[in-house]
């Protein structure tokens, strides 16, 4: 996604109803969180299953988190996502910038790439893949989704290299 879908994307998921915004840095996703870092919204954490954890503490004090990350991080993160957050329903939404999409790409991103489909399914999440061209569509289905009780991901695709 370009700057601008995705400082608008983060715009509309706050003023829509997302409260916390949590996670590990991705340049794929480096405008949308700049947005929130800019904002003072987003907090950085060092791990993805740490994101996460801050993320299910908020979620069940009322609130509506995003956790943003790159899939190794999705990979990383999959115990957590299928022993707290899909074990005890708690409602968030992920943001995960899709390395290894093009194939092209480096080595170490191909394969996570070519499975992360597949690992969001088995852990149990459904997910959009989301562009310049809808994104809006995509987040209001994933707000509807959390607001739901519900745990879904937005996939953003890396269409550059590093």
Same mark, same amino acid.
């Given at each position: 996604m370009n700057e601008e879908a995705q400082?608008?994307?983060? !715009?509309? !998921?706050?003023k829509?109803?997302?409260?916390?915004?949590?996670?590990?840095?991705? &340049?794929?996703?480096?405008?949308?969180?700049a947005e929130g870092l800019a904002r003072k919204k987003a907090v950085i954490a060092t791990r993805e299953e740490e994101a996460i954890g801050i993320?299910?503490?908020?979620? !069940? &004090?009322?609130?509506?988190?995003?956790?943003?990350?790159?899939?190794?991080?999705?990979?990383?993160?999959? &115990?957590?996502?299928?022993?707290l957050v899909r074990m005890y329903e708690i409602p968030m939404i992920f943001l995960v910038g899709w390395r290894g999409y093009l194939d092209d790409d480096a080595p170490e991103h191909r394969t996570v790439g070519r499975i992360q489909p597949k690992l969001l399914e088995l852990a149990g999440i459904e997910a959009r893949v989301i562009s310049e061209d809808d994104w809006m569509e995509g987040c209001s289905?994933?707000?509807?989704?959390?607001?739901?009780?519900?745990?879904?991901?937005?996939?953003?695709?890396?269409?550059?290299?590093d």
């Amino acid at each position: 996604m370009n700057e601008e879908a995705q400082r608008d994307a983060f !715009m509309y !998921m706050l003023k829509k109803g997302v409260t916390d915004f949590v996670g590990v840095p991705d &340049s794929t996703l480096k405008h949308f969180i700049a947005e929130g870092l800019a904002r003072k919204k987003a907090v950085i954490a060092t791990r993805e299953e740490e994101a996460i954890g801050i993320a299910a503490g908020m979620s !069940m &004090s009322g609130g509506i988190p995003l956790v943003f990350m790159q899939n190794a991080g999705l990979a990383n993160s999959i &115990s957590t996502i299928t022993s707290l957050v899909r074990m005890y329903e708690i409602p968030m939404i992920f943001l995960v910038g899709w390395r290894g999409y093009l194939d092209d790409d480096a080595p170490e991103h191909r394969t996570v790439g070519r499975i992360q489909p597949k690992l969001l399914e088995l852990a149990g999440i459904e997910a959009r893949v989301i562009s310049e061209d809808d994104w809006m569509e995509g987040c209001s289905w994933a707000l509807r989704t959390a607001k739901d009780g519900g745990r879904c991901a937005l996939v953003v695709r890396r269409m550059f290299h590093d």
